[in-house]
């Protein structure tokens, strides 16, 4: 059962979130063609100690969808702050889950001093999936790969292709096969665009705030090497490797909970 969804009106878009439990702030922001609602369970098991919000980023889940021009990962960090400061939020724990977790890390490297403490949870960090999104960048090869994206995306979650992606009796190919159904085509590529535009190598020795990262040993759409250069380059941060693909939150519910739990507890402690 996901928790109900609530509106804020940010930069003109209708932005929805969730929210869910009592004590000091705790933000979730997701990742490419995802939703809130993946983060659920570690909500559920966040809330007896933690105010939890997530949110749809615009372009996701039920949030408005911008046109293709809008999306770029430090648009996206300019809304999430908004996002927090506009409910008020006070130095918020953050996680992040790929994508999302680029969006924390450029966050802490803009203003750490903003945040309490930061969970990157198979972070991309220079724009290197298992495919090179770098590519996208260059108009030789990238334009003609996102127009193809954007041909195919629909045919990802019809009748044909669909349940090869998601059988609707798994909860949880049945929620990833919802969430991209709701990601129309210029939402996906112009955001895949944005995360191959994106380098942060740059940034990550200004991170300050205390931080873990979480990899998966078997993930196969974020390289570990991504989450292992942030946890090298920020100072004092953590890293925790599991044995489990891309969505831990999924796949090891109640260990990430408890790793992701312990650490935020070191400094969010209850007002």
């Not at 209708?14 to 995802?34: I, T």
């Not at 535009?197 to 078997?218: E, I, Q």
């Not at 090891?252 to 969010?268: D, K």
């Amino acid at each position: 059962m996901y928790s109900p969804l609530q509106t804020i009106a940010l930069d003109g878009w209708q932005v929805k979130y969730r929210e869910l439990g009592n004590g000091p702030d705790v933000l979730m922001v997701h990742g490419w063609a995802s939703s809130s609602r993946m983060w659920q369970c570690l909500m559920n098991d966040l809330a007896d100690r933690y105010h939890c919000l997530a949110l749809d980023l615009p372009g996701f889940g039920d949030s408005d969808k911008p046109d293709d021009a809008w999306y770029s990962i430090p648009r996206f960090v300019e809304l999430t702050k908004k996002f927090a400061d506009s409910l008020g939020l006070h130095r918020p724990g953050v996680i992040g889950h790929s994508m999302g977790g680029m969006i924390a890390l450029a966050l802490a490297a803009e203003d750490g001093e903003a945040l309490s403490q930061l969970v990157a949870v198979n972070p991309v960090v220079t724009g290197r999936t298992y495919l090179d999104l770098r590519m996208l960048g260059k108009s030789r090869v990238g334009l003609p790969m996102l127009k193809l994206g954007r041909w195919f995306w629909p045919l990802t979650t019809s009748d044909w292709v669909g349940p090869w992606l998601g059988h609707d009796r798994h909860t949880q190919f049945k929620r990833i096969r919802e969430d991209w159904e709701k990601t129309t085509p210029d939402s996906a590529m112009a955001t895949v665009r944005a995360i191959g535009h994106c380098d942060l190598t740059p940034m990550l020795p200004r991170v300050k705030t205390p931080t873990l990262v979480l990899v998966g040993s078997r993930d196969l759409t974020a390289p570990n090497a991504e989450g292992k250069l942030a946890a090298r380059r920020i100072p004092g941060a953590q890293l925790v490797v599991l044995p489990t693909g891309h969505l831990p939150t999924d796949d090891l519910p109640e260990r990430t909970s408890a790793i992701v739990g312990s650490f935020l507890a070191r400094q969010l402690q209850p007002a």
